[in-house]
């Protein structure tokens, strides 16, 4: 374990009295962090499992019901769901082997939130109203141009 310094204290204005209990604190919320993170992990595992089970549903439905094209649409709405708790783990995994948490894993996941809103929107009970769907639409528009700059930054930004 690395040491901290004094001097490190001296820079976010702790008393040299409570140097000690600040070094207690940090560990324990370091360790609370770890636990917190395998929880998260778990928890996405239950959904893999959980929107499998839910898409295996929505496809019998869809073959009983005689009614492929909204139960086809309806398994995509599940399956987008499971790739997003799919982009989630990597994200997480990538973590627990100490990268950083990188912001285009969360703008993808809305991506994939958007997308799959358009896609169940026709099959949805109720009418399509043209302005929800244009706001939709220029959701996943301005999400698509976020992704492509953080991506283009953290390219510009590894070569330099």
Not at 8 to 18: A, G, N, S, T, W
Not at 37 to 57: D, N, S
Not at 85 to 110: D, N, W
Not at 139 to 154: F, K
Request: glycine share 6%; proline share 2%; aromatic share 10%.
């Amino acid at each position: 374990m690395i040491r901290e310094k004094p001097e490190q204290y001296d820079k976010v204005h702790i008393p040299r009295e409570l140097y000690a209990v600040n070094r207690y604190a940090v560990k324990a919320m370091v360790w609370l962090n770890g636990f917190a993170h395998i929880i998260i992990g778990l928890a996405l595992a239950v959904a893999v499992l959980m929107f499998t089970w839910l898409f295996y549903v929505d496809v019998r439905d869809a073959a009983s019901a005689h009614n492929l094209v909204h139960g086809f649409l309806h398994a995509l709405g599940t399956l987008m769901l499971l790739w997003s708790i799919s982009a989630l783990i990597t994200a997480e995994i990538r973590y627990l082997r100490g990268s950083q948490l990188e912001v285009e894993a969360f703008i993808e996941v809305a991506m994939i939130v958007v997308l799959r809103k358009l896609i169940v929107m026709p099959v949805e009970d109720g009418s399509l109203i043209p302005s929800d769907v244009a706001l939709w639409v220029g959701a996943g528009l301005m999400l698509g141009i976020m992704y492509v700059l953080v991506r283009w930054s953290n390219k510009f930004g590894k070569t330099n």
